[in-house]
């Protein structure tokens, strides 16, 4: 595990990369780009709207915010020993794999900085279910790889649109992409 992280301290900064971006990549890669180069379309559709109040309402006290770099993670949750939760808040109905990766990413970052995590926590409130989400070998490889992309994603064009389900079931930047 420590080789894993000296690894990724060699070659770039995580703390440059956004959970945002990672989820992103999983989504979709022009998307992706697009947060890279700080592009944004705000247009506070309606699923970003319903997505930031059931983030608000469901917020819990004693849950402490911290930035890292680039990132802001909104809901940790410190146990009797000390250790930290990191919360994420989805209004889906399942753990998409960007999600999950987000997740990974919090606990990656909080751990480079020397916290020491139990395991992160995603809230499904579409389903009203949690999914723990804990750092395995494979897990860990794939988010390596996607730390590697995202930083050549930095220098590369941006790629070209590819339809997929996200297209039509509230991407902000559909219009972008499709007109």
């Given at each position: 595990?420590?080789?894993?992280i000296?690894?990724?301290?060699m070659?770039?900064?995580?703390?440059s990369?956004?959970?945002?971006?990672?989820?992103?990549?999983?989504?979709?890669?022009?998307?992706?780009?697009?947060?890279?180069?700080?592009?944004?379309?705000?247009?506070?559709?309606q699923?970003?709207?319903?997505?930031?109040?059931?983030?608000?309402?469901?917020?819990?006290?004693?849950?402490?915010?911290?930035?890292?770099?680039?990132n802001?993670i909104?809901?940790?949750?410190?146990d009797?020993?000390?250790n930290?939760?990191?919360?994420?808040?989805?209004?889906?109905?399942?753990?998409?794999?960007?999600?999950?990766?987000?997740?990974?990413?919090?606990?990656?970052l909080?751990?480079?900085e020397g916290?020491?995590?139990r395991?992160?926590?995603?809230?499904?409130l579409?389903?009203?279910?949690?999914?723990?989400?804990?750092?395995?070998?494979?897990l860990?490889s794939?988010?390596?790889?996607?730390?590697?992309n995202?930083?050549?994603l930095?220098?590369?064009?941006m790629?070209?649109?590819?339809?997929?389900?996200?297209?039509?079931?509230g991407?902000?930047?559909?219009?972008?992409c499709?007109?």
């Amino acid at each position: 595990m420590k080789d894993f992280i000296w690894r990724l301290r060699m070659n770039y900064d995580i703390k440059s990369i956004k959970g945002t971006d990672i989820n992103y990549y999983f989504i979709c890669k022009r998307r992706a780009w697009m947060s890279i180069h700080t592009f944004y379309i705000i247009d506070k559709n309606q699923f970003i709207e319903h997505g930031n109040f059931l983030n608000n309402r469901n917020r819990k006290y004693g849950y402490h915010g911290i930035r890292i770099g680039h990132n802001e993670i909104d809901n940790l949750e410190i146990d009797t020993q000390g250790n930290y939760i990191v919360h994420e808040f989805k209004r889906g109905r399942k753990a998409l794999e960007g999600d999950i990766f987000q997740v990974l990413h919090y606990i990656e970052l909080l751990e480079n900085e020397g916290f020491k995590v139990r395991y992160g926590v995603l809230h499904l409130l579409g389903a009203n279910k949690i999914k723990i989400v804990e750092k395995t070998p494979e897990l860990l490889s794939k988010l390596e790889k996607a730390y590697e992309n995202i930083n050549n994603l930095r220098n590369d064009k941006m790629p070209e649109p590819v339809k997929n389900y996200y297209c039509s079931h509230g991407c902000s930047y559909a219009f972008f992409c499709w007109g």
